[in-house]
């Protein structure tokens, strides 16, 4: 069964690094999504590709945020400087795209950020 | 926009006995349901589904959901836990965005097993 890839799984980084997670989607899924999701809370959405495209970017925060799918396959998030706040699970998602009344987001196993 | 809420931040049952985990949503139009399990320390496993058509939907691990426009629910069951079972589960709702579907979750049940 096809899943969802990410690395590394844990990450541990001094607050003022620079971190980098890493997601490769399922092969053919359109549509890759990043969440963040904080101890005790549900995934939120970072950012959402449409292929190489960025489709929803609203809760990302630009100033220390980014994320790239340059060949609309694999993609990368970047934080820096990281802060204390950023720790917590990053979750990436992805689905076909094929239509919005079909559509289900399949999820990797996350990375887990402690920010010292 | 689209919300959750799970009134239950925390249940416990005994294995072998019946589950029902509490779910009501707001959206403005027809609804796309999902139910997620997480284990500790990992990602998010789709447990079930609703589209469309039957307002009962099965799912794997032996879970079932029931959709209630009237309630603004979609509360998941299962008829006898395991205690496998113990985990975090999530009930979200998507939106249409044209060609996938925003995820909005709730902030979750964490079920714990008593043998």
């Known amino acids: 069964e096809a899943e969802v890839a990410q690395s590394p799984r844990y990450k541990i980084t001094e607050k003022s690094q620079a971190v980098a997670f890493w997601c490769d989607p399922i092969s053919g899924h359109a549509t890759l999504y990043w969440y963040r999701q904080i101890l005790g809370q549900g995934p939120e959405l970072l950012v959402q590709?449409?292929?190489?495209?960025?489709?929803?970017d609203s809760q990302l925060p630009k100033d220390r945020f980014s994320a790239e799918r340059l060949k609309g396959v694999d993609s990368t998030l970047k934080i820096q400087p990281a802060e204390l706040g950023d720790s917590a699970m990053y979750l990436c998602?992805?689905?076909?795209?094929?239509?919005?009344?079909?559509?289900?987001?399949?999820f990797g196993p996350g990375t887990r950020l402690t920010v010292l | 926009a689209q919300s959750v809420t799970q009134p239950d931040i925390h249940i416990t049952v005994s294995e072998g006995a019946s589950l029902e985990l509490r779910c009501n949503y707001s959206y403005g139009a027809t609804p796309y349901l999902f139910w997620y399990v997480q284990s500790p320390g990992q990602g998010l496993q789709l447990l079930l589904k609703y589209f469309s058509g039957d307002t009962l939907v099965q799912g794997i691990k032996g879970f079932e959901a029931e959709f209630k426009r009237s309630q603004s629910s979609f509360n998941l069951r299962k008829p006898s836990v395991h205690w496998s079972d113990a985990a975090e589960y999530f009930c979200?709702?998507?939106?249409?965005?044209?060609?996938?579907?925003?995820?909005?979750f709730g902030t979750g049940t964490r079920l714990q097993v008593t043998l």
């Open positions: 590709f449409q292929d190489e495209s960025v489709v929803d």
């Open positions: 998602a992805s689905s076909t795209g094929a239509g919005a009344r079909t559509d289900t987001q399949y």
């Open positions: 979200a709702v998507g939106a249409n965005t044209g060609t996938a579907s925003k995820l909005t």
